[in-house]
């Protein structure tokens, strides 16, 4: 079993930068692949970024690549996005989410537990 808090979420202005941050209880996080995903209202979910239990693969949504940076630390049971020129159109809440059956997934449905998530706004 895994429980995800995440935070780091907040106002920013657009071009600007924010980390956010998901903690993982329990001792099987450094056995589960993670992932960020995030909605906007009345938006579909989408897949942001995912990471395996070691940290030694990730995987991006094409559109994000080169401004979010997923990684972790397994000693302290926690996985970070790290998000730079951010756009008004990254307006979301983000969630993290972990799987403890695949060790890395760019799919929704594969996550089979999820954080309470974060709202992120981004102003123009």
């Known amino acids: 079993q895994v429980q995800l808090v995440e935070s780091g979420g907040g106002l920013v202005q657009a071009g600007g930068s924010l980390r956010l941050s998901c903690v993982a209880s329990?001792?099987?996080?450094?056995?589960?692949?993670m992932g960020w995903l995030r909605q906007a209202p009345g938006k579909e979910r989408e897949f942001v970024a995912a990471?395996?239990?070691?940290?030694?693969?990730?995987y991006y949504a094409d559109s994000l690549k080169g401004r979010f940076t997923i990684s972790r630390d397994n000693a302290k049971n926690t996985v970070y996005l790290a998000m730079n020129s951010l756009k008004p159109e990254d307006t979301a809440v983000y969630y993290c989410?972990?799987?403890?059956?695949?060790?890395?997934?760019?799919?929704?449905?594969?996550?089979?537990?999820w954080g309470q998530g974060t709202q992120v706004t981004v102003s123009s």
């Open positions: 989410a972990a799987t403890d059956f695949l060790s890395i997934s760019r799919g929704s449905d594969d996550y089979n537990y």
């Open positions: 990471i395996s239990w070691s940290g030694g693969s990730t």
């Open positions: 329990g001792r099987t996080f450094s056995r589960s692949a």
